[in-house]
Nanobody, 122 residues
Framework: QVELVESGGGLVQAGGSLTLSCAASGRSFNRYAMGWFRQAPGKEREFVAAVSWHGIKRYADSVKGRSFISEVNAENTVTLQIDSLQIEDTGVYYC????????????????WGQGTQVSVSS
């Protein structure tokens, strides 16, 4: 019944910026942590960024300093902005959500979206 829908993916040139959005629906409660993972072809899924409902934020070392995750708004939507995109940022980005920030960061969340593809070209 809970659904997460990602949007904002696409083809971007290296050095450019991109903003992804994740909209959650069907929850009984709004105070959930939300975050992002990504998976490149042939590679394992990896953590990107996450935010608790309090606004506590976590970033992977690979994107820290050039990314920003918003707080969850009243419409249960969170955005992820990534600047200075690199070819290594290419992959399918998945939104995930659960009650605890640690659960979201660990990738063991109960709820996941279908993913949105980000392709960075040189």
């Amino acid at each position: 019944q809970v659904e997460l829908v990602e949007s904002g993916g696409g083809l971007v040139q290296a050095g450019g910026s991109l903003t992804l959005s994740c909209a959650a629906s069907g929850r009984s409660f709004n105070r959930y942590a939300m975050g992002w993972f990504r998976q490149a072809p042939g590679k394992e899924r990896e953590f990107v960024a996450a935010v608790s409902w309090h606004g506590i934020k976590r970033y992977a070392d690979s994107v820290k300093g050039r990314s920003f995750i918003s707080e969850v708004n009243a419409e249960n939507t969170v955005t992820l902005q990534i600047d200075s995109l690199q070819i290594e940022d290419t992959g399918v980005y998945y939104c995930n959500s659960d009650q605890l920030l640690a659960t979201v960061v660990a990738g063991t969340s109960a709820y996941w979206g279908q993913g949105t593809q980000v392709s960075v070209s040189s």
